[in-house]
């Protein structure tokens, strides 16, 4: 199965491929590209680690990769 977007919203995409989503933050064209660069890496650091806090208290997705480089986090659906 193809990578599907299923939605598409001001600082991400959420794709669907093969029972898992993926949320890859887009880059910002009006920002420069050292400051767009630091602040998705850190946004998706900070969401990912959220993410491993939140899950021991109530359900929320199991996050199974987080891609700095690329700017995803890879969860369960």
């Not at 093969?18 to 998706?44: A, H, M, W």
Request: net charge positive; proline share 1%; glycine share 2%.
């Amino acid at each position: 199965m193809a990578e599907k977007i299923i939605q598409r919203g001001a600082e991400a995409l959420i794709i669907l491929d093969n029972n898992r989503l993926i949320k890859r933050r887009v880059k910002k064209s009006y920002r420069l590209s050292e400051i767009d660069e630091r602040l998705r890496r850190q946004r998706t650091r900070a969401e990912a680690k959220l993410l491993e806090k939140a899950s021991k208290v109530i359900h929320v997705p199991n996050v199974t990769n987080v891609d700095e480089n690329k700017k995803e986090i890879e969860m369960d659906f």
